[in-house]
Structure formats: C-alpha cells, structure tokens
C-alpha cells in the first residue's frame, strides 16, 4: 500500500510539474476576441472591452478574488508592465457575483493586489474558454493579430513574459 501511495504522489507531482505551461492549440493559433465588462477603477471606465486588444499586443491575466497564486502573479505582471510602454493589459475574473461575492468585494481585491490596467468581468467563462485555461492563475500573451505566443498558469516568470511580448512584436 505505501508503495502505491508513493507512485501516486510520485505521479502527482509530475503532472503538476508539467502542468505549468499550457499551450493554446486552435486552427491557426487565433483566437477571437471576447467581450468583457470592465469594472470602474482609476485605470479603466465601467465600459466593455475586447479581449484581446485588436491590433495591439495584449497581456491577459485570468484570476479569481479567491486564488492565493494571483497576488503575486499580479506582482510579476506590474513588474512586466512598468518595464513596458506600448502593451495593453488587462486582468479578467469570471467570478459569480452576488451572494458572498459582490461587485465591491472585487473592486477591493483589486485596489489591493491589482495592476494599473483594466479589469473585467466575464461571468460565462467565454474568455477563460476561448483560451483553453484550466486553472488559476493564467496569463497568456496575445499577438496583435489574435495567436497566442505563450501561455502559462501559475506564477509568472516576469523575464519569460517580457521575452513573450518580444516575440509577439510585429
């Protein structure tokens, strides 16, 4: 029996390890803009926006008000961007709000660990799909014309994610 179990955490670790990049596989590497609601903060307007940004090389953070890993992948994503100047950002969260979870408890979380970028609210998970995200934290780098260069769930590496933007430079 101890020697099943230690296969089992032996194998677990193994797919946890591996588990760390997460490549987009879609037709021709595209993926097609998702509407989302921004929440109203100083750094974007209660509005709508596409994700990812058209045109321009995006940064798409998916987190959740919950995950403990988001806060200091926000870390890493505020280090990225003060490095960068012509990039968009944005964060998204497909929390359920209401019930435990309201629109001000997010705003909350967000004038904690947030980044100086929009944040939005795609409650039908249409984003975090269209991405192929299974877990949380996400972050995928989006080249002007919709491929994902890179994607990874858990803390990012702040120096793999500037080599991202690189490669998504036209």
Same mark, same amino acid.
């Given at each position: 029996?101890?020697?099943?179990?230690?296969?089992?955490?032996?194998?677990?670790?193994?797919?946890? @390890?591996? @588990?760390?990049?997460?490549?987009?596989?879609?037709? &021709?590497?595209?993926?097609?803009?998702?509407?989302?609601?921004?929440?109203?903060?100083?750094?974007?307007?209660?509005?709508?926006?596409?994700?990812?940004?058209?045109?321009?090389?995006?940064? $798409?953070?998916?987190?959740?008000?919950?995950?403990? #890993?988001?806060?200091?992948?926000?870390?890493?994503?505020?280090? $990225?961007?003060?490095?960068?100047?012509?990039?968009?950002?944005?964060?998204?969260?497909?929390?359920?709000?209401? @019930?435990?979870?309201?629109?001000? &408890?997010?705003?909350?979380?967000?004038?904690?660990? @947030?980044?100086?970028?929009?944040?939005?609210?795609? #409650?039908?998970?249409?984003?975090?799909?269209?991405?192929?995200?299974?877990?949380?934290?996400?972050?995928?780098?989006? &080249?002007?014309?919709?491929?994902?260069?890179?994607?990874?769930?858990?803390?990012?590496? #702040?120096?793999?994610?500037?080599?991202?933007? &690189?490669?998504?430079?036209?």
């Amino acid at each position: 029996m101890r020697r099943r179990d230690l296969l089992a955490g032996v194998g677990g670790a193994a797919v946890v @390890g591996a @588990g760390g990049y997460l490549a987009v596989s879609t037709d &021709d590497g595209r993926i097609d803009p998702v509407a989302v609601d921004t929440f109203e903060t100083p750094n974007s307007a209660a509005s709508e926006l596409r994700v990812p940004v058209e045109g321009q090389v995006t940064v $798409v953070d998916l987190f959740a008000t919950w995950c403990q #890993p988001c806060k200091p992948a926000l870390d890493a994503l505020r280090t $990225v961007q003060a490095e960068t100047t012509d990039i968009a950002f944005v964060s998204v969260t497909n929390e359920v709000l209401g @019930g435990e979870l309201s629109r001000d &408890d997010v705003l909350a979380w967000w004038d904690a660990y @947030g980044g100086a970028w929009p944040v939005g609210h795609d #409650p039908e998970g249409s984003l975090l799909a269209s991405l192929g995200a299974s877990t949380l934290p996400y972050t995928a780098v989006v &080249d002007p014309n919709g491929r994902v260069v890179w994607a990874e769930t858990g803390v990012p590496d #702040p120096e793999r994610v500037s080599q991202a933007i &690189d490669d998504a430079r036209p």
